[in-house]
């Protein structure tokens, strides 16, 4: 069964301070794996999305990374600034022929504080 | 702009009642989906639609309908049959489906609580 596991489940740190949020996935067979940030009550926004050849990607302050072999990824967030407060998910989409699946994980949530 | 629309964005449902939350989405894109959020819980796939009059059923779709008679709209309706229906509703939408290598661009959500 194709799971991802993220953790924390819940994470506060003070304003400035750089965190790491993990994920880890049994999904085969693999196609990409994404990050996406949710605000409280809102839709989720795609941060960065990673292929099986990709180590590391970054987009502003936040930075992914990818071993495929132990299945795990990792999203840095650098200088936290008070906006960065949300939940952040981890999406996992395993090939089927010519579609794929998503598998999300139940997401970490950040709280960044004064 | 362009975006994906989802209203209401509070809804309140009676025991039997059935409702439908509504989707618009003017990016063109060909996919589009339903995701239901718990507390906890990962996203789960209600249903999906890949080109107009088609859809599918996702991992959840019981007590669930959909239709897709434009590009631009994919509503959900919340049946009776659908014992616990109260969560949040997420649409979503990607350049082509199914799915595949696609960035897929999510709606604001719905929260639909029964009363």
């Known amino acids: 069964k194709n799971q991802v596991e993220q953790s924390p489940q819940s994470l506060i740190i003070l304003e400035g301070k750089n965190c790491t949020l993990q994920?880890?996935?049994?999904?085969?067979?693999?196609?990409?794996l994404r990050w996406y940030k949710q605000d409280t009550g809102r839709g989720p926004v795609s941060l960065t999305i990673m292929t099986f050849s990709e180590n590391t990607k970054s987009n502003g302050r936040y930075t992914a990374t990818l071993d495929a072999d132990t299945k795990q990824s990792s999203l840095h967030i650098t200088a936290s600034q008070l906006s960065d407060s949300a939940s952040y998910i981890c999406?996992?989409?395993?090939?089927?022929?010519?579609?794929?699946?998503?598998?999300f994980g139940t997401g970490t949530r950040l709280q960044v504080t004064l | 702009d362009g975006g994906i629309t989802q209203s209401p964005k509070y809804l309140f449902r009676k025991e039997g009642q059935n409702v439908t939350l509504s989707c618009e989405q003017n990016?063109?894109?060909?996919?589009m989906y339903w995701y239901r959020q718990d507390p906890g819980q990962g996203l789960r796939l209600i249903y999906y639609s890949q080109i107009v009059n088609d859809f599918q059923k996702g991992d959840i779709a019981e007590g669930y309908s959909v239709s897709r008679e434009k590009k631009e709209s994919f509503p959900l309706t919340v049946t009776s049959a659908q014992k616990n229906p109260t969560a949040f509703y997420l649409c979503a939408s990607s350049i082509q489906g199914p799915l595949y290598g696609n960035t897929i661009y999510f709606g604001e959500g719905s929260w639909l609580t029964v009363v």
């Open positions: 999406v996992v989409s395993a090939r089927a022929g010519t579609a794929s699946k998503l598998t």
């Open positions: 990016l063109n894109h060909d996919a």
């Open positions: 994920c880890n996935y049994t999904v085969s067979p693999f196609s990409n």
